[in-house]
């Protein structure tokens, strides 16, 4: 029998937990955009500090040539941007400790769902691995192709803690009504979710090449990187349509015989506003210049609605099960 009070301890850590990976996910996107990726250009320590400077004086007189001797090019301090990226590492410290927290509190279900203690158990030697990529990514230098397998790794790390999440509330989500659903609305939805995984992968693509486009403008004139943009921009510019009359079509069978207040309903209204949002950023992206402020706003919003889209699958798997 697992103790009620460990077992809500455990749901609200966990909870906690993914807020804070995609606050991480806002953060990173605001470092990509804002081109502080490199403001600090060592790792674990931040210009060789525990504790970032403050002012270019406090770094020896040579340090240009100390960082271009490790590889590093025109490293020049910035305060902004290195606290910045300090920021996000301590951010990332603090998910650090919660997933520990959150795999040692699901120790209570070792006995009665071992499956729930060894996911959150992979999330905790995940994210350890996360941190060691993060060191990667410093040291090759901001390589696109790393930073995208971090941030696909990170989304997997949120997939694995809403599964271990839901799994330990099963007797609830058994509870939800989803009769009236079809089989098709199911097979639709998992098309949805290999459609937002297909648009996230062309997104970290267009990513890739708008930081190449960044840094060739040196982090200014945003307004004329669209000329520049590969093909594969509008490849997803143009998908996003598809996916948004899809998911529209999940939300409207949902509200069509949901009861008022449902579980499942409140999961379509909040997906639709996801898609939504998501496209609005898109569309700023496209058309006000490259706004600093949306690139990481929409790369949130992709990662969302694959969580809701997710949550949503797994709340019709376990309610699917009762039924049977």
């Not at 994210?127 to 941030?151: E, Y």
């Not at 509870?175 to 290999?194: C, E, I, N, Q, Y």
């Not at 008022?260 to 997906?271: F, K, Q, T």
Request: hydrophobic fraction near 50%; glycine fraction near 6%.
């Amino acid at each position: 029998m697992i103790d009620d009070q460990a077992a809500a301890r455990f749901r609200r850590l966990g909870a906690l937990t993914i807020f804070a990976v995609y606050f991480v996910i806002l953060v990173g996107g605001i470092v990509r955009a804002s081109g502080a990726g490199m403001g600090c250009p060592d790792w674990p320590t931040c210009f060789g500090q525990w504790v970032p400077p403050t002012d270019e004086s406090q770094l020896p007189a040579n340090y240009h040539e100390i960082y271009a001797a490790r590889g590093y090019e025109n490293t020049a301090f910035n305060p902004v941007k290195t606290w910045t990226e300090y920021t996000n590492r301590l951010v990332g410290v603090t998910i650090g400790c919660l997933i520990f927290l959150t795999a040692w509190s699901s120790r209570i279900y070792l006995k009665a769902d071992k499956t729930i203690f060894y996911l959150a158990l992979s999330v905790f030697l995940l994210v350890g691995f996360q941190g060691w990529l993060g060191s990667a990514v410093v040291a090759s230098n901001l390589k696109p192709l790393m930073i995208t397998l971090h941030m696909l790794l990170a989304l997997g790390i949120v997939a694995l803690l809403i599964y271990a999440i839901a799994r330990s509330q099963k007797p609830l989500l058994q509870a939800v009504d989803s009769h009236w659903l079809t089989p098709r609305f199911a097979t639709v939805l998992k098309v949805a979710m290999g459609m937002t995984l297909l648009q996230i992968a062309m997104g970290t693509q267009v990513r890739e090449a708008v930081d190449y486009i960044a840094h060739e403008h040196s982090y200014i004139e945003r307004q004329y990187w669209r000329d520049s943009f590969p093909i594969i921009f509008y490849v997803h510019r143009s998908f996003s349509s598809i996916i948004l009359f899809t998911n529209l079509w999940l939300v409207w069978k949902i509200r069509e015989q949901a009861a008022p207040g449902s579980l499942l309903l409140r999961l379509g209204y909040v997906l639709a506003g996801l898609i939504v949002t998501a496209i609005l950023a898109g569309v700023s992206l496209d058309r006000l210049g490259f706004p600093a402020f949306a690139q990481p706003v929409h790369l949130l919003m992709a990662n969302l609605i694959f969580g809701a889209q997710f949550f949503l699958f797994i709340c019709l798997t376990y309610s699917a099960n009762r039924a049977a």
